[in-house]
């Protein structure tokens, strides 16, 4: 079956900009999590969904991220005044939940660059 | 809170050589551990979890892990490596109810050369 996908594989935009990215889970999967990865490193964890509503928020860096998924599949990620920090690659996974087994299934990944 | 360090930052070995790519955790909570991989331009993918029972876990391509719990580790290792195990390894946990956040170690990168 589909695995996670991502969009836009690439975004490239200007300091001060705009962007979304979205992700399109497994189909059944009631689980969502964004994570950024900056070069060099691990992914780091941004939020996490439990069908429409964010459980953990707490790695959102500030207030110019925010994310949704407003029925239960679709998650956008959107970030508001874009910084050049902010260039990284965002990985969306998305798992089952069945009690005692939290396997994620990652997207490829949208690299962004603020520029 | 929990923590994962990744001991090596880089791994280089030759082929049919064994490898062990070392991990260690910080939890006050009881996690999961999993190894996940990302082959040059590919997406991460599981390579292996232990989530209860036997500490040694197995993958399907030689690699195994052993959970330590007195040493707090989960290092991976594979008796005889091959050039297609070129990768970056990155070691993770999750809380004991499964349900949240990943952390991530930093990674390891393996190259195997011939």
């Known amino acids: 079956g589909a695995g996670v996908s991502q969009t836009p594989s690439n975004k490239v935009t200007e300091k001060g900009k705009y962007v979304e990215l979205r992700c399109d889970p497994i189909?059944?999967?009631?689980?969502l999590y964004w994570y950024r990865q900056s070069l060099g490193q691990g992914p780091e964890f941004l939020i996490y969904?439990?069908?429409?509503?964010?459980?953990?928020d707490s790695g959102l860096p500030n207030d110019r991220f925010f994310a949704v998924r407003p029925e239960g599949s679709v998650s956008t990620l959107k970030i508001q005044r874009t910084e050049r920090g902010d260039s990284a690659v965002y990985l969306c996974?998305?798992?089952?939940?069945?009690?005692?087994?939290?396997?994620?299934?990652f997207g490829p990944g949208t690299r962004l660059t603020v520029l | 809170a929990q923590s994962v360090t990744q001991l090596d930052s880089q791994v280089p070995v030759f082929e049919e050589a064994p490898v062990e790519l070392r991990c260690n955790y910080s939890?006050?909570?009881?996690?999961?551990l999993f190894w996940y991989v990302q082959y040059p331009n590919q997406g991460l993918q599981l390579l292996l979890k232990?989530?209860?029972?036997?500490?040694l876990v197995e993958s399907i391509n030689g690699f195994e892990a052993e959970f330590n719990k007195s040493q707090t580790s989960f290092h991976l290792r594979k008796p005889s490596v091959h050039i297609s195990d070129t990768a970056e390894y990155f070691c993770?946990?999750?809380?004991?109810?499964?349900?949240?956040?990943?952390?991530f170690g930093q990674g390891t990168e393996l190259s195997v050369k011939p």
């Open positions: 993770a946990v999750s809380d004991l109810h499964g349900r949240g956040k990943l952390i």
């Open positions: 189909s059944g999967h009631t689980a």
């Open positions: 996974a998305s798992s089952r939940q069945i009690a005692g087994d939290n396997e994620q299934f």
């Open positions: 232990y989530l209860s029972g036997s500490t």
């Open positions: 969904f439990q069908g429409t509503g964010a459980a953990d």
């Open positions: 939890s006050s909570v009881s996690v999961y």
